[in-house]
T-cell receptor
Framework: DAGITQSPRHKVTETGTPVTLRCHQT?????MYWYRQDPGHGLRLIHY???????DKGEVSDGYSVSRSKTEDFLLTLESATSSQTSVYFC?????????????FGPGTRLLVL | LAKTTQPISMDSYEGQEVNITCSHN???????ITWYQQFPSQGPRFIIQ???TKVTNEVASLFIPADRKSSTLSLPRVSLSDTAVYYC???????????FGAGTRLFVKA
């Protein structure tokens, strides 16, 4: 895999607690993404980053925040976890041009909110 | 946004050629078409990308007609290990709202 790690790989937490997921890359790619994947929904974009400190919302951003203080790390925070946020979370990186992009995905984080 | 439409599922047998067609009627003039493969419990993996006509690599071929409103991913002589979900993506010029959709679930039987 293209130098992407996610931590933790598995997490169980309780409703109402804050949770932070980390995505780390060693490829020096500019663009980073957080997706969630649920049965029957494919992958849905939560937030993305187009540079250090540059982030924007995706399709399903409510209840999530992100931060990118350096190129290699992109953090996803669930401010107050809810059971509806139980999901598998994937981070992706890319070095896109205006019209062409290939995304490389991390191994995923399985989150269970009780 | 270049939303795509592809079959929800397909079945095949080992050794057969599998063709998965995706429609992307409103793809932008300069955007590329990209296919990904996802195995259970793993992130998607890039398979192939093209702009027009035909692209071939060690894994698959991609056929794109002149009007670019559709594309066909061709997997030659599939094996059981090709059982996966296949996603077709059209570009999203000017934005980053990549839409994966639900993909096509391919089952390869012995």
């Amino acid at each position: 895999d293209a130098g992407i790690t996610q931590s933790p790989r598995h997490k169980v937490t309780e409703t109402g607690t804050p949770v932070t997921l980390r995505c780390h890359q060693t490829e020096n790619h500019r663009y980073m993404y957080w997706y969630r994947q649920d049965p029957g929904h494919g992958l849905r974009l939560i937030h993305y980053s187009y540079g250090v400190k540059d982030t924007d919302k995706g399709e399903v951003s409510d209840g999530y925040s992100v931060s990118r203080s350096k190129t290699e790390d992109f953090l996803l925070t669930l401010e107050s976890a809810t059971s509806s946020q139980t999901s598998v979370y994937f981070c992706a990186i890319s070095d896109r041009t205006d019209y062409q992009e290939t995304q490389y995905f991390g191994p995923g984080t399985r989150l269970l909110v009780l | 946004l270049a939303k795509t439409t592809q079959p929800i599922s397909m079945d095949s047998y080992e050794g057969q050629e599998v063709n998965i067609t995706c429609s992307h009627n409103n793809i932008a003039t300069n955007d590329y078409i990209t296919w990904y493969q996802q195995f259970p419990s793993q992130g998607p993996r890039f398979i192939i990308q093209g702009y027009k006509t035909k692209v071939t690599n060690e894994v698959a071929s991609l056929f794109i007609p002149a009007d670019r409103k559709s594309s066909t991913l061709s997997l030659p002589r599939v094996s059981l290990s090709d059982t996966a979900v296949y996603y077709c993506l059209g570009g999203d010029t000017g934005g980053f709202k990549t839409i994966f959709g639900a993909g096509t679930r391919l089952f390869v039987k012995a």
